[in-house]
């Protein structure tokens, strides 16, 4: 998944939210980000459990609540726990991520980045995954 990939090397990636604006994330508000666009909602105890480096409760609360904050999550009292759950549509996300990486990574530059995806060297794509690509090219040449 391109988005999960990315952010778990991107620093200071953003996030686009609320009025094609981005926010800065930081790696542990980029962590739960993961987390809830894998399990498309969660509680507070059920992300704490999937993080890395076991942080507190009251660690996660307070990410969640910045998070919250900056307009990337929202929540819902479910009984006696809050249930989150990403403002932002995956598919938004994962544009930003990409956007951070061929910036970062590649001066801006699709071609860059297809071609370090081409690379045997780095990658090991299947003929099927080959054609697949090619049939993707093809179809935005018929645009």
Same mark, same amino acid.
């Given at each position: 998944?391109?988005?999960?990939?990315?952010?778990?090397?991107?620093?200071?990636?953003?996030?686009?939210?609320?009025?094609?604006?981005?926010?800065?994330?930081?790696?542990?508000?980029?962590?739960?980000?993961?987390?809830? #666009?894998?399990? +498309?909602? =969660?509680? $507070?105890?059920?992300?704490?459990?999937?993080?890395?480096?076991?942080?507190?409760? @009251?660690?996660?609360?307070?990410?969640?609540?910045?998070?919250?904050r900056?307009?990337?999550?929202?929540?819902?009292?479910?009984?006696?726990?809050?249930?989150?759950?990403?403002?932002?549509?995956?598919?938004?996300?994962?544009?930003?991520?990409?956007?951070?990486v061929?910036?970062? #990574?590649?001066? +801006?530059? =699709?071609? $860059?980045?297809?071609?370090?995806?081409?690379?045997?060297?780095?990658?090991?794509? @299947?003929?099927?995954?080959?054609?697949?690509l090619?049939?993707?090219?093809?179809?935005?040449?018929?645009?």
């Amino acid at each position: 998944m391109i988005y999960s990939q990315a952010a778990k090397y991107l620093a200071g990636e953003r996030l686009v939210v609320r009025n094609s604006t981005e926010l800065p994330l930081t790696k542990r508000e980029r962590q739960i980000m993961d987390i809830l #666009f894998a399990v +498309g909602r =969660a509680s $507070g105890h059920e992300i704490q459990a999937q993080m890395e480096g076991s942080p507190s409760y @009251s660690t996660v609360r307070t990410i969640l609540s910045i998070l919250e904050r900056k307009g990337a999550v929202r929540h819902r009292a479910e009984g006696l726990r809050y249930i989150y759950e990403p403002v932002v549509a995956r598919a938004a996300a994962r544009q930003s991520a990409l956007k951070r990486v061929l910036q970062t #990574f590649f001066d +801006g530059s =699709a071609r $860059g980045a297809v071609a370090a995806l081409l690379d045997p060297k780095t990658f090991k794509l @299947s003929w099927a995954e080959l054609d697949e690509l090619a049939q993707l090219i093809e179809q935005v040449k018929e645009r």
